[in-house]
């Protein structure tokens, strides 16, 4: 039912974006970014679902909760980064897509050093 939902949604907004594009592709614009909102509302019930078996996972298997919440960081970035780029793309703005793109991989890279160093650590005590 939910994704009847997400679908509905989707497709009224695209013909709604179609119809006003020629004519006021400003509000067509901002119809896509409040779909684009409106979908992840939809979806945040499920997102708190899936953080919380995962928390549960990373406890049972005595994960650093450190390295968690990281990893959790780094993917809602990534979400949020690829939200931002289309919105670009939509635009028909490739160039600034394509920076919100780096942006997010250099961030993404900063946030993973602290996983990347005790990775780097763990080798060198295994290694003589």
Do not use: C, W
Request: hydrophobic share 60%; net charge positive; glycine share 6%.
């Amino acid at each position: 039912m939910e994704a009847l939902k997400i679908v509905g949604v989707g497709l009224l907004s695209t013909v709604m974006i179609v119809i006003l594009k020629e004519k006021k592709p400003e509000y067509a614009m901002l119809i896509s970014i409040a779909t684009g909102v409106l979908i992840f509302l939809f979806l945040m019930d499920k997102l708190y679902f899936i953080v919380q078996v995962l928390s549960n996972l990373a406890k049972r298997a005595n994960v650093d909760f450190v390295y968690f919440t990281t990893i959790l960081k780094i993917i809602g970035i990534a979400y949020v980064v690829e939200f931002g780029a289309q919105i670009s793309r939509d635009a028909k703005e490739e160039s600034i897509a394509s920076k919100i793109e780096l942006g997010g991989k250099v961030i993404i890279m900063v946030l993973a050093m602290p996983i990347l160093i005790g990775l780097m650590d763990l080798i060198i005590k295994i290694i003589p």
